[in-house]
């Protein structure tokens, strides 16, 4: 208490605002849009700083017991139930586009405005420091972290009077938005790619220019995966040096693999195998499609199926083909306990062959393009150390504010 400026109190989060817990309902429960009764339901998805208010899906109205449970604007929504790595995770709501609820996985903090403002509260939450301690108080079950709401609501918020609070979140929004203007830039990088690609080779489906057709392997050597222990995650085949790469790495990736987050041992490797720099990595299981380009040698699992090109096509070329048809993998991958698809439909895909000279203008295009986004990335982390930093003099009372006692 000593250590904030004077009329500057702190609170449990529990004193200044509830906690909604979201609406538990069975996979049956869902409904489509149009069905009489239907209303959005938000998952953790759906949790990205600000709301995404793209990908929803709607449960009966009936499942809604109480008006509480409807979102408000003012609310921060919190990922209750999460990989470790993401529970904790908050979005704010400035601006609620329709009526909608909260599914089982997230809870809705709604700030009693008398005692705290909403964007006041919705950054505190989103500190380094508070994610940290919100990820160390869940609790591990074996694919899951969750976060009780006891422990939500002990949480400890510093509290100066409600008219700094304004000017706090206001300076902090201001500088939010400074932060989220480079990361559309770096987006914008990729939508370039595409729009190249598009220019030089045109739409690879539709085959306007009229290149020469070849079957995907035709063009290359083509194996799934290998990881024949089961189980797959047995202690004794991880923790060595060579690198496995899971379908998380290659979503996350937009051209090239570079980094991973888990090892094969030598035992690992002996019931693996290991792919060169610069093969293709194509999921084949739950994000079906999704595709990158390995940046150095390293394993992956029977999910993923590795491409290697001959002299006909180049690398880059190939990756950009199966970002404009992975939507139609998605569609004609067989129904079954999990979406997957195989060699056979891979290897029958049918794929515009361009002059290779032009293909390696599109590869040098590709690359100095990924030198920029490095550049750009470096940028983006320099000034989220930044916000971190000014949030951190923001909560302390460190911040000289016109009309107040904040030091």
């Known amino acids: 208490m000593n250590d904030f400026p004077f009329g500057w109190q702190v609170k449990s989060l529990g004193e200044v605002s509830e906690v909604i817990r979201g609406i538990t309902f069975t996979p049956n429960d869902k409904v489509e849009k149009e069905d009489?009764?239907?209303?959005?339901?938000?998952?953790?998805?759906?949790?990205?700083?600000?709301?995404?208010?793209?990908?929803?899906?709607?449960?009966?109205?009936?499942?809604?017991?109480?008006?509480?449970?409807?979102?408000?604007?003012?609310?921060?929504?919190?990922?209750?139930?999460?990989?470790?790595?993401?529970?904790?995770?908050?979005?704010?709501?400035?601006?609620?586009?329709?009526?909608s609820t909260l599914g089982g996985f997230i809870s809705a903090i709604r700030p009693n405005q008398k005692y705290i403002d909403p964007s006041f509260l919705f950054h505190y939450l989103t500190q380094a420091s508070v994610r940290a301690y919100l990820k160390?108080?869940?609790?591990?079950?074996?694919?899951?972290?969750?976060?009780?709401?006891?422990?939500?609501?002990?949480?400890?918020?510093?509290?100066?009077?409600?008219?700094?609070?304004?000017?706090?979140?206001?300076?902090?929004?201001?500088?939010?938005?400074?932060?989220?203007?480079?990361?559309?830039?770096?987006?914008?990088?990729?939508?370039?790619?595409?729009?190249?690609?598009?220019?030089?080779?045109?739409?690879?489906?539709?085959?306007?220019?009229r290149w020469e057709v070849k079957e995907l392997d035709e063009l290359g050597k083509m194996a799934r995966g290998k990881s024949k222990h089961r189980p797959r995650n047995a202690p004794f085949l991880l923790g060595g040096k060579y690198p496995l790469i899971q379908t998380g790495e290659i979503v996350n990736s937009s051209v090239y693999i570079k980094d991973y987050s888990q090892t094969y041992s030598e035992e690992g490797l002996k019931q693996s195998k290991i792919w060169p720099k610069g093969t293709l990595c194509i999921s084949i299981a739950a994000n079906i499609g999704f595709t990158a380009i390995?940046?150095?040698?390293?394993?992956?699992?029977?999910?993923?199926?590795?491409?290697?090109?001959?002299?006909?096509?180049?690398?880059?070329?190939?990756?950009?083909?199966?970002?404009?048809?992975?939507?139609?993998?998605?569609?004609?991958?067989?129904?079954?306990?999990?979406?997957?698809?195989?060699?056979?439909?891979?290897?029958?895909l049918k794929v515009p062959v361009p002059p290779i000279s032009l293909q390696q203008q599109f590869a040098e295009i590709v690359n100095k393009t990924e030198a920029l986004k490095e550049k750009q990335k470096q940028s983006e982390q320099e000034l989220e150390n930044l916000f971190q930093s000014l949030m951190q003099r923001a909560f302390k009372g460190e911040f000289h504010l016109p009309n107040s006692t904040v030091r």
């Not at 976060?147 to 706090?168: F, M, T």
């Not at 939508?191 to 085959?207: R, W």
């Open 36 to 99: 009489k009764g239907a209303i959005p339901c938000l998952r953790t998805s759906n949790v990205q700083f600000k709301v995404d208010w793209d990908d929803l899906i709607y449960i009966p109205r009936h499942l809604v017991k109480d008006k509480e449970r409807l979102l408000r604007e003012g609310d921060t929504l919190v990922s209750t139930a999460n990989s470790k790595d993401l529970v904790g995770k908050c979005a704010f709501i400035d601006e609620l586009k329709f009526e």
């Open 136 to 209: 160390k108080v869940s609790r591990q079950t074996t694919n899951i972290a969750n976060l009780s709401i006891p422990d939500l609501l002990s949480l400890r918020i510093p509290l100066p009077p409600l008219p700094i609070q304004k000017q706090i979140a206001g300076i902090l929004e201001k500088a939010d938005e400074a932060k989220q203007k480079r990361k559309e830039a770096n987006q914008l990088t990729d939508e370039f790619l595409q729009s190249a690609f598009i220019e030089m080779f045109g739409d690879p489906v539709k085959n306007q220019k």
């Open 294 to 348: 390995l940046s150095f040698d390293a394993c992956f699992p029977d999910s993923v199926v590795g491409f290697v090109p001959d002299k006909k096509v180049i690398i880059e070329y190939i990756n950009f083909y199966f970002k404009f048809i992975q939507s139609q993998l998605e569609e004609i991958a067989p129904q079954a306990a999990q979406k997957n698809i195989n060699l056979e439909i891979l290897g029958n």
